[in-house]
């Protein structure tokens, strides 16, 4: 089977609104409209193309925990988005995806803005499968904070 390229909305409307920040925030309200509980941690996107997708968060009090750090589902929250997004925009075009797990780890405390990025070398996936979506949620020093592996069960389509 030949790979065909991505047909995502997702990334059709990335590609038409991503020069202007409208645009992006845009896409982002679109893809929270799509995704509802997404909307909890307002993700900006600013980076959508297959194999990397990047998005940026606030640090504000309705994603903290008890110790005025970042909350961890506000982060599983923003790998969930940044790994299923790039896994959407890269997958061949005669197959679909649904995610099957996810292991995290909690690397420092989260105490400023986040910036989650799902980053792949390799997306020319063939038939049933696993996936691993590698996402990594750096603070605003660059340091990495959390790290999740999110497994997705890809299958072609009928």
């Not at 990334?11 to 925030?25: C, D, E, F, Q």
């Amino acid at each position: 089977m030949n790979y065909t390229p991505s047909k995502s909305p997702a990334l059709r409307l990335w590609k038409s609104l991503k020069n202007t920040a409208p645009g992006r925030w845009l896409v982002s309200q679109i893809l929270c409209y799509k995704a509802p509980y997404f909307r909890s941690i307002k993700p900006r996107l600013t980076r959508v193309e297959p194999g990397h997708v990047e998005l940026r968060f606030k640090k504000r009090w309705s994603v903290t925990n008890h110790i005025d750090t970042v909350h961890a589902i506000a982060m599983c929250n923003s790998a969930e988005l940044a790994g299923g997004l790039c896994l959407d925009v890269s997958l061949d075009a005669n197959h679909r995806w649904i995610p099957a797990g996810m292991t995290v780890q909690y690397l420092k405390m989260a105490k400023t803005d986040l910036r989650a990025v799902c980053k792949l070398e390799k997306y020319d996936w063939q038939g049933k499968q696993d996936v691993i979506m590698p996402v990594s949620v750096y603070d605003t020093n660059d340091v990495e904070v959390f790290h999740a592996d999110i497994t997705m069960r890809v299958s072609p389509r009928k």
